[in-house]
C-alpha cells in the first residue's frame, strides 16, 4: 500500500505536469492548477520541515489570483497591440522586463535569499541554504510569470536545478523526478515563448 507521503508526493508530480504544459501555452487555467499543486507540496514540503518551501507553495496560493488577473489584462493589451491575424491561436503575449526591475529583481533575490536562509537555520531547517534559494528564485520566478516576461524562464531552469539537488538531498524521489520534468519543461517553454512569443507592450 502507497504510504500518504508518496501519494502527495505522486499527486504533486501530476498535478505539477498539468500545471508546466498550461504554462507553456500560457493558458489561464494554469493558476487554478497551481493552487491544487500548491496545497499538495505545502504538506510534502512541511511534513520534510522544509519550511520555505512550504511558505513559497502558501505565496503560490495566493499568487494565483494575481497572476490570473494580470494574464488577462496582458490579453486585453494583446487585443489592441497584435493584427487580427495573430489573436488566439499559439501566440504568446509578453511584455518587456525594464532595466529597473531588472536590477531590482536582482537586489532582492540576493538578500531575500540571505535573510531567509538565516531565518530557517533558527528553524532548524536542515537545508536552509538550498531551501531558500529555491523559494526565492521560485517567487521572483512566479512574480515574472505573471507579468508575462520571457526571463521568467531562465529563472525557472536555475530553480528547478536547486530543486533537484535540496530533493535528492532529502530523499523525495517522486519530488525529483518533477522537478527534473520541470527542468526540461522550463528549456522548451523559453525556445517555445520565443518562438510563438508576440511583445504587446
Known amino acids: 500500500m502507497v504510504s500518504p507521503e508518496v501519494f502527495m ?3 504533486t508530480l501530476l498535478t505539477g505536469v498539468a500545471y508546466v504544459i498550461l504554462e507553456i501555452r500560457q493558458k489561464n487555467l494554469m493558476w487554478a492548477v497551481g493552487v491544487v499543486t500548491g496545497i499538495a507540496a505545502m504538506w510534502v514540503f512541511f511534513r520534510q520541515g522544509l519550511y520555505a518551501s512550504f511558505g513559497l507553495n502558501t505565496y503560490y496560493l495566493f499568487v494565483s489570483f494575481w497572476g490570473l488577473w494580470q494574464w488577462s489584462r496582458t490579453k486585453r493589451l494583446a487585443k489592441d497591440a ?8 499559439d501566440v504568446i ?9 531588472l536590477a531590482v529583481s536582482v537586489l532582492l533575490a540576493v538578500a531575500g535569499t540571505v535573510a531567509l536562509s538565516l531565518l530557517m537555520e533558527r528553524f532548524e531547517n536542515p537545508m536552509s541554504w538550498l531551501d531558500s534559494s529555491v523559494a526565492v528564485l521560485s517567487a521572483l520566478a512566479t ?8 526571463e521568467q524562464w531562465y529563472v525557472w531552469i536555475a530553480a ?3 530543486s533537484v539537488i535540496l530533493c535528492i538531498s532529502q530523499g523525495l524521489w517522486w519530488m525529483v523526478v518533477m522537478y527534473v520534468f520541470y527542468t526540461v519543461a522550463a528549456a522548451y517553454g523559453l525556445v517555445h515563448w520565443k518562438r510563438h512569443g508576440k511583445y504587446v507592450d
Request: proline share 6%; hydrophobic share 35%; aromatic share 12%.
Open 9 to 11: 508526493q505522486i499527486f
Open 160 to 162: 528547478d536545478c536547486v
Open 143 to 150: 512574480w515574472w510569470l505573471g507579468r508575462s516576461y520571457l
Open 82 to 89: 497584435l493584427p487580427t491575424e495573430d489573436e488566439g491561436g
Open 93 to 101: 503575449c509578453l511584455r518587456h522586463i525594464s532595466p529597473n526591475v
